[in-house]
């Protein structure tokens, strides 16, 4: 009962936050049911369940899109490995993606384009990376997620499907 009164009050700032953030409706009761579940977890140790409520929805939000750049990148990150591993002849769906690929990264900077290629086609750690340009392992994989990250729009805009391959 306690909680059907909380959720009337906060309705309106909940919604807000979703709107906000962006949350694709599908994905937004999850994330309110989530909210819910923690909540009620942790009920005996909260002093304002309003002011938590919308703060633990609005963190709720942040990791959502973390999760979902994450899971962009990784996929990009295989795309990328088997791009460049060329253990076999390339069919014409990966010359296709294989020239896609190199024209997006002629778009890049020479130093991130070397990030890549130091990161991908030999395997170097962020750590190894660093030390051979001059950066640190923290900056080296802010910038290879920031260079994955463009290649993705570029790749996007080009037709290439994040799921795997040709839209």
């Known amino acids: 009962m306690e909680l059907e009164k909380l959720l009337d009050r906060c309705r309106s700032r ?4 979703l709107y ?3 949350i694709p409706t599908q994905d937004a009761e ?3 049911q989530e909210t819910f ?3 009620v977890a942790k009920w005996e140790g ?3 369940p309003e002011a938590w ?4 929805l609005r963190n709720r939000c942040i990791i959502y899109w973390r999760r979902r750049r994450t899971r962009i990148y990784d ?3 295989d795309a990328m490995l088997e791009v460049l591993a060329q253990s076999e002849p390339p069919g014409q769906e990966q010359t296709e993606l294989r020239r896609d690929l190199a024209a997006a990264l002629e778009r890049l900077a020479p130093h991130h384009r070397q990030i890549l290629m130091l990161r991908y086609t030999y395997g170097c750690t962020s750590q190894e990376v660093g030390e051979q340009m001059g950066y640190g392992a923290g900056s080296v994989r802010k910038m290879t997620q920031r260079c994955l990250d463009r290649l993705t729009r570029d790749l996007h805009a080009a037709g290439f499907d994040a799921a795997g391959g040709e839209s």
């Open 14 to 17: 909940l919604s807000r936050v």
């Open 20 to 22: 906000r953030y962006r």
């Open 30 to 32: 999850d994330l309110l």
């Open 37 to 39: 579940l923690i909540l």
């Open 46 to 48: 909260i002093r304002s």
């Open 53 to 56: 409520l919308v703060a633990t």
């Open 75 to 77: 996929l990009m990150d």
